[in-house]
């Protein structure tokens, strides 16, 4: 951790962080926090089942903003900001791969991938999703860690 490390109890918002890893993904949990005032940010290390650890790195307004938000839990205000804090908390578990990769897992990356294509320009339909004779469309992602061994029907790999 490149932090200084901090108490729990002076997290802002800690006490909901910690409910949504839990909602999340059950087997990881909290083993330090730290906080890099210059930086402004919180950092937390997560421990998954194997003992493998991750930091995941909130900013000090997001922390404040969910820990002060007057606002009901189904604002929109207050769903950005857990969603959020839920997508940062997701993508480091998931590209750290603390946990093994389950059907959930692999959705969420199917979709990444999908909206990372999506963003190159390439049409996603769902043959090129999910196959009809090309499975290298998600052979190349690097989130998962498979090499590159074949291009997709426009040349393009799934990034």
């Known amino acids: 951790m490149g932090s200084k490390p901090i108490d729990s109890a002076a997290v ?11 909602l999340q993904w059950p087997t990881v949990w909290i083993s330090k926090t730290g906080t890099d005032f210059d930086a402004g ?6 421990l998954g089942p194997a003992g ?22 189904d604002g929109s205000y207050t769903r950005h900001l857990v969603g959020d804090t839920d997508l940062r908390i997701r993508d480091a578990v998931i590209s750290s ?3 093994s990769l389950n059907e959930e897992v692999l959705r969420f990356l199917l979709l990444q991938c999908m909206v990372a294509s999506t963003k190159g320009g390439n049409a996603v339909n769902k043959w090129r999703a999910i196959g009809k004779g090309n499975r290298a469309h998600i052979a190349g992602n690097p989130i998962l860690g498979f090499p590159n061994t074949q291009k997709n029907n426009q040349g393009r790999n799934c990034r």
């Open 12 to 22: 802002p918002a800690y006490g909901i962080v910690v409910p949504r890893l839990k």
């Open 41 to 46: 940010i919180y950092s937390f290390r997560l």
């Open 52 to 73: 493998t650890s991750v930091d995941v790195h909130l900013g000090v307004n997001i922390l404040n903003d969910l820990k002060d938000n007057p606002a009901s839990a």
């Open 97 to 99: 791969r603390i946990v």
